[in-house]
């Protein structure tokens, strides 16, 4: 699904010039559950966004579903972000005047979906995320768990086949972090690849392969043997407070 | 995106910021509002001025003559027999009056008052349209026998018999006295200056009053507005044939006059639109200002927008829908705040505001085009943002 072979980022800024990723080579395949981790500024946010088109890497080849993105024009990179990918940010990046049910339908709306059908996915994706009751509210009227939950659910409109996660619980405490997982793992389970971006060791265990960078360059590849299950953590834990 | 989302894009943005949207806005409804009321009174006193002139009748037309500088001898001066001798050659003309103007006081049983007597005959009554109110106005007869008659206005009537019946008194002009055989409407034109009175006596009586052998000139009606043209020039060959004077007749029809009003006004439209069209293009240029921090400050959401799947298009589009609803909204404002004006000052003025259809559709055209044109380099610069960096801006 994704094969990425020498990539290099070079950030031009004038007078330096910063080599955040330096000849990246590795395979995601379809339905992995992948997370990258590394020390701040090794370069993950770097390879996350040419992962989902945002940026265009500076030397080596990036093969999205056997198509090589260096080929591709700028409607194709906009085609995929809005029905291939789903991105789902550290802060959130929910526009503030729209909406929970608005915010979810923005990628439907450019992928040209009619209202009605549109309304009813993202009443549908609002409410598997647990959030039928605050879909009318607006991000600001939302908690930090919330409103990832929101964002989930936006990155999941147009049905991608990838989801890009860059530190989705880095904003969270963790519990809420663990509702993320969550979710994430039982997306994975029903196919959907995703990779994410965490600080967080424990966080990085519940996927089943874990990248490491170091100043540009990878430096692991681990298969994890036995992820870490959020679902089961999250009921012994409400069993626990059960208890009390 | 179809137009009712972007509708309902653009508004939200619109309405996220009411004070700057109005403040950004307020150039067009200004601009707009002074086309409108400008057109509104201009339309309306056009409308009316010509509404007048048609009463005159628009197959009506003056002869007179051009006189030439130093000239003495006045052989080309137009005598009566002109006219007894056009209107039965020339079969385009339908009525012709002779025309001659003094300034004369009247006095009556009551009072007195300085009137421009005009000597003319019957056909006049048909060539300017005028209304009578009680009696006739002159006929043949009282040309042919020298009937000492005399026909006023209404008003006139009242300042020289007072509340007593005008017809049959006498009026007494200098050392002479007519009869009252006709009383007209008072013309309440705009046109018409109603200080000044109009009275009515033949030109045979006016001959003997003022010892004058010519007339001024010749008011004369076409059988049709079409023949208005041939009249006037047949007229003039003749005359220029009779007298042996060539060029020194000149011939305007009402026609000629309501183009050159109509010209006038046209000029003068044209000006008011200058200024406006200046505002606007200052109007424009602040919905542009405003633009252009919108998208800055807006940045992030585009990279948002971005990574969801917006084209540079959707977003470009997205931008220029918001200037040209921005600028609609104001031409809307603009238009009824305009017309408001304009009735106000029309309510003064004593005439109608005017404003076609057409008006207020290129208004909004316009109003629109503002937004599109001065929203294209702000949408440009948005749509030509890179998500990577519209996302990492704060
Ligand atoms: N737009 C940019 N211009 C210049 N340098 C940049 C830019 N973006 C990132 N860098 C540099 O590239 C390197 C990698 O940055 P990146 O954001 O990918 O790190 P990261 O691994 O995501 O770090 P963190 O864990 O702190 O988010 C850093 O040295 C950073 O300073
Ligand atoms: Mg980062």
Same mark, same amino acid.
């Given at each position: 699904?994704?094969?990425?072979?020498?990539?290099?980022?070079?950030?031009?800024?004038?007078?330096?010039?910063?080599?955040?990723?330096?000849?990246?080579?590795?395979?995601?395949?379809?339905?992995?559950?992948?997370?990258?981790?590394?020390?701040?500024?090794?370069?993950?946010?770097?390879?996350?966004?040419?992962?989902?088109?945002?940026?265009?890497?500076?030397?080596?080849?990036?093969?999205?579903?056997?198509?090589?993105?260096?080929?591709?024009?700028?409607?194709?990179?906009?085609?995929?972000?809005?029905?291939?990918?789903?991105?789902?940010?550290?802060?959130?990046?929910?526009?503030?005047?729209?909406?929970?049910?608005?915010?979810?339908?923005?990628?439907?709306?450019?992928?040209?979906?009619?209202?009605?059908?549109?309304?009813?996915?993202?009443?549908?994706?609002?409410?598997?995320?647990?959030?039928?009751?605050?879909?009318?509210?607006?991000?600001?009227?939302?908690?930090?768990?919330?409103?990832?939950?929101?964002?989930?659910?936006?990155?999941?409109?147009?049905?991608?086949?990838?989801?890009?996660?860059?530190?989705?619980?880095?904003?969270?405490?963790?519990?809420?972090?663990?509702?993320?997982?969550?979710?994430?793992?039982?997306?994975?389970?029903?196919?959907?690849?995703?990779?994410?971006?965490?600080?967080?060791?424990?966080?990085?265990?519940?996927?089943?392969?874990?990248?490491?960078?170091?100043?540009?360059?990878?430096?692991?590849?681990?298969?994890?043997?036995?992820?870490?299950?959020?679902?089961?953590?999250?009921?012994?834990?409400?069993?626990?407070?059960?208890?009390? | 995106?179809?137009?009712?989302?972007?509708?309902?894009?653009?508004?939200?943005?619109?309405?996220?910021?009411?004070?700057?949207?109005?403040?950004?806005?307020?150039?067009?409804?200004?601009?707009?509002?002074?086309?409108?009321?400008?057109?509104? /009174?201009?339309?309306?006193?056009?409308?009316?001025?010509?509404?007048?002139?048609?009463?005159?009748?628009?197959?009506?037309?003056?002869?007179?003559?051009?006189?030439?500088?130093?000239?003495?001898?006045?052989?080309?001066?137009?005598?009566?027999?002109?006219?007894?001798?056009?209107?039965?050659?020339?079969?385009?003309?339908?009525?012709?009056?002779?025309?001659?103007?003094?300034?004369?006081?009247?006095?009556?049983?009551?009072?007195?008052?300085?009137?421009?007597?005009?000597?003319?005959?019957?056909?006049?009554?048909?060539?300017?349209?005028?209304?009578?109110?009680?009696?006739?106005?002159?006929?043949?007869?009282?040309?042919?026998?020298?009937?000492?008659?005399?026909?006023?206005?209404?008003?006139?009537?009242?300042?020289?018999?007072?509340?007593?019946?005008?017809?049959?008194?006498?009026?007494?002009?200098?050392?002479?006295?007519?009869?009252?055989?006709?009383?007209?409407?008072?013309?309440?034109?705009?046109?018409?200056?109603?200080?000044?009175?109009?009275?009515?006596?033949?030109?045979?009586?006016?001959?003997?009053?003022?010892?004058?052998?010519? /007339?001024?000139?010749?008011?004369?009606?076409?059988?049709?507005?079409?023949?208005?043209?041939?009249?006037?020039?047949?007229?003039?060959?003749?005359?220029?044939?009779?007298?042996?004077?060539?060029?020194?007749?000149?011939?305007?029809?009402?026609?000629?006059?309501?183009?050159?009003?109509?010209?006038?006004?046209?000029?003068?439209?044209?000006?008011?639109?200058?200024?406006?069209?200046?505002?606007?293009?200052?109007?424009?240029?602040?919905?542009?200002?405003?633009?252009?921090?919108?998208?800055?400050?807006?940045?992030?959401?585009?990279?948002?927008?971005?990574?969801?799947?917006?084209?540079?298009?959707?977003?470009?589009?997205?931008?220029?829908?918001?200037?040209?609803?921005?600028?609609?909204?104001?031409?809307? /404002?603009?238009?009824?705040?305009?017309?408001?004006?304009?009735?106000?000052?029309?309510?003064?003025?004593?005439?109608?505001?005017?404003?076609?259809?057409?008006?207020?559709?290129?208004?909004?055209?316009?109003?629109?085009?503002?937004?599109?044109?001065?929203?294209?380099?702000?949408?440009?610069?948005?749509?030509?943002?890179?998500?990577?960096?519209?996302?990492?801006?704060?």
């Amino acid at each position: 699904m994704i094969a990425i072979n020498d990539l290099q980022k070079t950030y031009d800024t004038g007078s330096i010039t910063v080599e955040a990723l330096r000849g990246l080579s590795f395979n995601i395949n379809k339905g992995e559950f992948v997370a990258i981790m590394g020390a701040s500024g090794s370069g993950k946010s770097t390879l996350m966004n040419l992962l989902g088109l945002l940026d265009v890497a500076s030397a080596g080849t990036y093969i999205l579903n056997q198509t090589e993105v260096s080929a591709l024009e700028e409607k194709d990179f906009a085609r995929i972000r809005n029905k291939e990918i789903g991105f789902v940010f550290q802060t959130f990046n929910l526009l503030p005047h729209l909406t929970a049910l608005h915010n979810v339908e923005l990628p439907m709306m450019y992928a040209g979906v009619k209202l009605a059908a549109r309304r009813e996915r993202a009443t549908l994706l609002l409410e598997r995320m647990g959030l039928i009751d605050r879909m009318h509210h607006y991000p600001n009227e939302l908690s930090g768990g919330q409103n990832q939950r929101v964002a989930i659910a936006r990155s999941l409109a147009n049905n991608p086949a990838i989801i890009l996660a860059d530190e989705p619980t880095g904003a969270l405490d963790s519990h809420t972090s663990l509702e993320v997982m969550d979710i994430f793992q039982q997306l994975n389970l029903d196919g959907t690849t995703i990779i994410v971006v965490t600080h967080e060791e424990n966080i990085a265990q519940h996927a089943g392969r874990i990248l490491r960078l170091s100043d540009g360059l990878l430096i692991m590849d681990d298969i994890v043997q036995e992820p870490l299950d959020a679902g089961q953590a999250l009921s012994s834990l409400r069993k626990e407070a059960g208890s009390i | 995106m179809n137009i009712r989302e972007l509708m309902v894009v653009a508004l939200a943005s619109i309405r996220s910021s009411k004070l700057r949207s109005f403040l950004t806005t307020l150039g067009i409804v200004i601009g707009i509002a002074a086309v409108i009321s400008v057109v509104a /009174i201009g339309q309306g006193g056009k409308a009316m001025l010509m509404q007048e002139l048609e009463k005159f009748g628009t197959n009506l037309f003056v002869v007179y003559v051009n006189y030439q500088e130093g000239e003495t001898s006045r052989p080309s001066d137009l005598q009566v027999s002109d006219i007894t001798l056009i209107k039965n050659v020339v079969p385009e003309v339908k009525y012709m009056a002779p025309v001659c103007y003094t300034q004369m006081k009247l006095r009556g049983s009551q009072g007195q008052k300085t009137v421009q007597l005009l000597g003319t005959s019957a056909d006049l009554v048909h060539v300017n349209n005028l209304e009578i109110a009680q009696g006739r106005f002159l006929n043949e007869e009282d040309e042919s026998a020298g009937r000492q008659v005399i026909v006023i206005q209404e008003d006139t009537a009242k300042e020289l018999f007072g509340s007593e019946k005008p017809l049959g008194q006498r009026v007494v002009i200098g050392s002479t006295s007519s009869m009252v055989v006709g009383v007209l409407k008072q013309d309440t034109s705009v046109l018409n200056d109603n200080s000044r009175q109009s009275a009515y006596i033949t030109m045979s009586l006016m001959r003997n009053m003022t010892g004058w052998t010519y /007339i001024h000139q010749i008011y004369g009606s076409a059988t049709s507005k079409e023949a208005v043209d041939t009249a006037m020039e047949r007229t003039k060959s003749i005359l220029e044939r009779r007298h042996n004077a060539p060029g020194h007749y000149e011939a305007r029809s009402m026609e000629q006059e309501m183009q050159s009003a109509n010209k006038i006004l046209g000029i003068v439209g044209l000006v008011i639109g200058l200024i406006a069209g200046i505002s606007l293009l200052v109007g424009g240029i602040g919905v542009m200002n405003i633009m252009l921090v919108s998208v800055t400050e807006r940045t992030r959401e585009i990279g948002i927008r971005m990574a969801l799947g917006a084209r540079r298009q959707d977003i470009l589009i997205q931008f220029l829908f918001e200037s040209i609803v921005l600028c609609l909204m104001g031409g809307i /404002i603009g238009t009824i705040l305009g017309y408001g004006g304009a009735y106000v000052v029309a309510k003064i003025a004593h005439w109608p505001p005017l404003v076609s259809w057409w008006t207020i559709v290129i208004a909004f055209l316009f109003s629109a085009g503002v937004g599109l044109f001065f929203g294209l380099y702000p949408a440009n610069q948005a749509a030509r943002l890179k998500p990577i960096e519209a996302l990492r801006r704060e």
